[in-house]
């Protein structure tokens, strides 16, 4: 699987030879899927032009912390934010120096001091350089704090000498790159997620629903198939592409989600329950679009089927996670939610006028039986992946799997 598409990659440029391989780079990385935003340091703007490095990345390349302009666009915090990896490449011996010192003297410096996100530096440098016990060291420590160190390659070197220190090959990075995302932390793991609304009929042209776009339920099945498991989704009507590797079938009503969860249920470990199941529909559908009156208009409605209850409630149920989108009382209700259809886990989000539905950010609070877990405000594909993180340690604690390892550990901090 191409886990590089979609992925926000922020790409540092610092100052050496190899500089000139990170328009290929860029291009590598686009052609896959990614977004790529690039910070230059000073020195790596004499190696390379800015302007090639805009053209390639289709976006403005950041170079100064105290440029009042850039920062209002995009500042520091916002592009540390932004990154699902920030790769330093290349990453001169003296930056490397430098990020393990901790400095934020400079944006490049700046924006890997303020990122949360995993952190990968490609080295390139003369190979007495490289090979110096303070590179070393200082290697040694980024290794320790979880820096992923890409390479160098070993050969012949700008400088004329050959040894180790090149930087790794555009192709290469992106493969290393791509295999930072392979998460085994549900790997053989089926799971079942349903996601978006349901739509049930009044007439032939109307219907009752609600404002679930779907980008959550997508998001996460996403990140459980970047961590290995074979992921259907059942999906209600929304305007999104079907993630890679996801099995998706489509229904319309609760009813249609119902059955299509149940028929599956069987051959699932692993139910995530995002969908926003529309709780009631009419008691009947007009055959023809009915017709304005000055009368008012009452509807009778019935209860649709809990999809999740049924699952939970199951002789030998999968493990479950349900969803609880809340306007008030959110940690009472979630609570309430968990114990009432006796999930292993709820994740439970404020929903509201540009909160929740829709949008792409969202945070939510994680509940289980004896524990908890607030996942801050962020993009809801990186949320996905940090909740896919923790609903693997935790099926891990409940089915002591030994095939459960913990996925990238920046994503589920
Ligand atoms: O799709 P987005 O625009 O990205 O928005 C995301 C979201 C807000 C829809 C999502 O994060 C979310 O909260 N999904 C669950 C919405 C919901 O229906 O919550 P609930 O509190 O009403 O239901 C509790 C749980 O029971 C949910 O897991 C729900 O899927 C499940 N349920 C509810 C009713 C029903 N008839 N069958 C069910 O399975």
């Known amino acids: 699987m191409n886990t590089l598409s979609g ?18 780079l860029v291009r590598r990385l686009r052609e896959q899927g990614a977004e790529v935003r690039v910070v230059m340091t000073a020195a790596a703007r004499e190696f390379i032009t800015p302007l090639t490095l805009q053209a390639l990345s289709g976006q403005p390349v950041h170079s100064d912390l105290l440029d009042p302009r850039a920062e209002a666009a995009m500042g520091h915090i916002e592009l540390a934010r932004w990154a699902d990896v920030l790769l330093v490449a290349p990453a001169t011996a003296d930056f490397i120096a430098r990020l393990v010192q901790g400095r934020a003297d400079d944006l490049l410096a700046a924006v890997c001091l303020a990122c949360e996100a995993s952190l990968a530096v490609a080295p390139a440098m003369n190979r007495a350089m490289w090979q110096q016990p303070a590179t070393q060291d200082n290697l040694e420590t980024l290794r320790a704090r979880r820096v992923h160190v890409l390479g160098p390659a070993t050969g012949s070197q700008a400088c004329g000498e050959t040894g180790p220190g090149r930087m790794l090959e555009p192709e290469e990075l992106a493969r290393q790159l791509d295999g930072l995302f392979q998460g085994g932390a549900l ?26 776009s ?24 929304v305007a999104l592409a079907l993630p890679e590797q996801v099995n998706g079938i489509q229904v319309e009503t609760a009813e249609q989600m119902h059955a299509a969860v149940m028929e599956h249920i069987a051959d699932t470990d692993i139910f995530i329950a995002a969908a926003a199941v529309t709780d009631y529909r009419p008691q009947s559908v007009a055959g023809q679009k009915i017709k304005k009156s000055t009368a008012g208009m009452t509807l009778a409605l019935e209860s649709n089927p809990d999809i999740l209850a049924t699952v939970a409630a199951l002789p030998e149920p999968p493990f479950t996670l349900g969803f609880a989108a809340e306007t008030d009382s959110l940690e009472a209700n979630a609570r309430n939610k968990l114990r009432a259809k006796s999930l292993d886990m709820i994740a439970a989000n404020v929903v509201g006028p540009g909160q929740g539905f829709e949008v792409d950010d969202n945070a939510l609070q994680v509940f289980w039986d004896g524990g908890e877990r607030q996942l801050g405000r962020t993009r809801k ?33």
């Open 7 to 24: 992925k926000h990659i922020l790409l540092g440029v610092t100052g050496g030879i190899a500089a000139y391989k990170s328009a290929e």
């Open 187 to 212: 790997a053989g793991r089926r799971v079942l997620v349903s996601a978006g609304p349901t739509r049930e009929a009044i007439d032939p042209v109307r219907y009752i629903s609600n404002r679930s």
């Open 214 to 237: 779907g980008k959550m339920g997508y998001a996460v099945a996403r990140a459980a198939a970047e961590a290995g498991a074979r992921v259907t989704l059942v999906t209600g009507p």
């Open 381 to 413: 594909t990186r949320l996905a992946r940090q909740l896919v993180a923790l609903l693997a340690e935790r099926y891990q604690a409940k089915y002591n799997t030994d095939s459960v390892i913990k996925l990238h550990a920046k994503d589920s901090a």
